[in-house]
């Protein structure tokens, strides 16, 4: 079964870092891109950023209002996709989920969970 | 920054009704345009992809149209379960970013 597991979303003080992980099963990984989407509370969706797959070196981008303070990275070994996030804002309390491509396309077609993330004093 | 903007941001519907929700992008995507369901409380559910397309085992009750800037879902008979948000998202080029969102109640 293809899934995406998200952990590692908890409680920080403004300015803190946490690291997010996503873990894949059923998929060769490393074949797929895949991102990284945000929801605050009560809100709309916002993508974060996305990883590119291994032929294209796993390369990465970010949306603006994180660009710089996050970072998108993986571990093939671990089927772990991770968004390190640091100089958290309150801004950026949200439920993070990360998304896989459909293969061959830049639509998704698997989502995660998702794990909440609380940016607060 | 390419802005979709959804229409209505709300319905009410009926259960075997017809349902018609549209999505604008404020520039030419071609047909990369998405469709998304979230359930309170849980992850978005892909639904279309290229505009059109359906994702695996998503029935085909869901349907949808449109390339450029204009864009439909269509629902053609309205069930129990399918009562959520539901929303599109432009994939031509970066940011992404996705509609406001269209609530789907029971009447």
């Known amino acids: 079964e293809v899934q995406l597991v998200e952990s590692g979303g908890g409680l920080v003080q403004p300015g803190g870092s946490l690291r997010l992980s996503c873990v894949a099963s059923g998929f060769t990984f490393s074949d797929h891109y895949m991102d990284w989407v945000r929801q605050a509370p009560g809100k709309g969706l916002e993508w974060v950023g996305r990883?590119?797959?291994?032929?294209?070196?796993?390369?990465?981008e970010y949306a603006a209002s994180v660009k710089g303070r996050f970072t998108i990275s993986r571990d093939e070994s671990k089927n772990s996709l991770y968004l390190q996030m640091n100089s958290l804002k309150t801004e950026d309390t949200a439920v993070y989920y990360c998304?896989?491509?459909?293969?061959?396309?830049?639509?998704?077609?698997?989502w995660g969970q998702g794990t909440m993330v609380t940016v607060a004093s | 920054d390419i802005q979709m903007t959804q229409s209505p941001s709300s319905l009410s519907a009926s259960v075997g009704d017809r349902v018609t929700i549209t999505c604008r992008a404020s520039?030419?995507?071609?047909?990369?345009l998405a469709w998304f369901q979230q359930k309170p409380g849980k992850a978005p559910k892909s639904l279309i992809y290229?505009?059109?397309s359906l994702q695996t085992g998503v029935p085909s009750k869901f349907s949808g149209s449109g390339s450029g800037t204009d864009f439909t879902l269509t629902i053609s008979s309205l069930q129990p379960e399918d009562f959520a948000t539901y929303y599109c998202?432009?994939?031509?080029?970066?940011?992404?970013?996705f509609g406001g969102g269209t609530k789907v109640e029971i009447k």
């Open positions: 990883s590119r797959n291994k032929a294209k070196s796993y390369t990465t």
């Open positions: 520039q030419g995507i071609s047909n990369n």
């Open positions: 998202q432009q994939y031509n080029s970066f940011p992404l970013t």
């Open positions: 290229a505009a059109s």
């Open positions: 998304a896989r491509h459909l293969s061959g396309t830049l639509a998704f077609d698997i």
